[in-house]
């Protein structure tokens, strides 16, 4: 089985959002001219809005408890804002990257482009049968660089285009970092590690399904649900949780009888402290191995306290997971705002 450590990225802080609406102008840089267009949303939800002809926009963020909220345009890299209040409006500005982009020279072997291709499909939007299903739809923007026996780079020059018919959405994936690198000897490759850096944002596409197609596709949404990062932080804030024996923990989903098992690496309690209604942090150094249905996931915590919120967001800076929960990429993402019916 491969063996494969996976961070997933999505650029931000985390802190309470006091406001309702977040407003502003978004500005080119180097110019100081006003972007119309530009994309302003809540990373990974479907909750975003688009500046107008005069840079200008406002976003409804009374549902988004304190997630980040990010700023993408085409040719420029995303920015990612902290805190933000009603009693202000925002200058954002983008920075270009289109001749940064350009400069960039593949660093391999004529005729390789499409097994690169099949290389960072593989990592981006993972092995899984919903993976399967997904159609990266504008994948001639994609440029490969930097690329060694065991190192694999890419940047794309516009947002990637995902159409995910298993799980039926489409993903405007803006990536701003992929590197994918390994170890090899005589017989196999080994120590695999893929690091993606962006942001998405999702389009439900539910109602342009017949109706047998629909109950198709939340059958597979649940099942890409259960078990899933997702599914073990909502649990963490609902506190569904016991302790068997000292240490190990049985965190139960009492509604539809799913159980992870948490067992500490060292002898130490995890514990969640509730911030508010809607946000709490998971106490705890160290790796956590986590067992569903014996699949298994090694949850190493970075931090002394890693942020999380009811919905299932989490701090990624705080958390690394490799295994089972790793393996679960792209093509198997739901967006927070995602109910299990």
């Known amino acids: 089985m491969r063996k494969l450590s996976i961070i997933i990225v999505l650029i931000g802080c985390f802190s309470t959002a006091q406001c309702q609406t977040f407003k502003g102008t978004v500005y080119d840089q180097s110019t100081d001219s006003t972007l119309s267009f530009a994309v302003v949303y809540i990373s990974g939800t479907s909750i975003g809005t688009y500046t107008d002809i005069n840079g200008n926009f406002e976003l409804n963020i009374s549902k988004c408890g304190s997630k980040p ?3 993408s345009l085409i040719g420029y890299y995303s920015v990612t ?9 925002y200058k954002i500005y983008l920075s270009n990257k289109i001749n940064e982009l350009n400069e960039v020279v593949v660093k391999g072997k004529k005729g390789k482009w499409e097994t690169y291709l099949r ?6 939007l993972g092995v899984s049968e919903n993976a399967s299903e997904c159609d ?3 994948e001639k923007d994609l440029r490969f660089f930097n690329i ?11 947002p990637l285009l995902i159409h995910n018919k298993a799980l039926g959405y489409t993903i405007t994936y803006y990536l701003d970092k992929f590197k994918y690198s390994f170890q ?3 017989k196999r490759i080994f120590n695999e590690t893929c690091f993606i850096l962006g942001n998405y944002l999702f389009k439900d596409d539910l109602l342009t399904l017949s109706e047998s197609e629909r109950q198709t596709v939340e059958d597979r949404r649940k099942r890409a649900y259960l078990g899933s990062r997702m599914q073990f932080f909502r649990l963490l804030y609902i506190g569904n949780y016991n302790y068997k024996g000292r240490f190990n923990i049985l965190l139960s989903d009492t509604t539809i009888s799913t159980v992870f098992l948490i067992q500490p690496t060292i002898h130490s309690k995890l514990s969640v402290i509730k911030k508010d209604s809607l946000s709490g942090y998971l106490k705890y150094k160290g790796d956590l191995f986590i067992t569903y249905k014996k699949m298994g996931t090694t949850m190493n915590i970075k931090k002394d306290s890693v942020y999380f919120e009811k919905d299932g967001f ?4 705080g958390v690394v997971f490799s295994g089972e929960m790793s393996d679960r990429r792209i093509g198997d993402l739901l967006p927070f705002e995602y109910l299990l019916k």
Request: net charge negative.
């Open 184 to 186: 090899k000897d005589d």
């Open 81 to 89: 804002l902290i805190e933000y209040n009603s009693n202000k409006t």
């Open 148 to 158: 060694y026996d065991t190192t694999l780079s890419a940047y794309s020059l516009k």
């Open 314 to 317: 989490y701090d990624p800076f």
């Open 69 to 71: 909220i990010t700023i």
């Open 119 to 124: 290389i960072f499909k593989r990592e981006f």
């Open 136 to 138: 990266l739809l504008n």
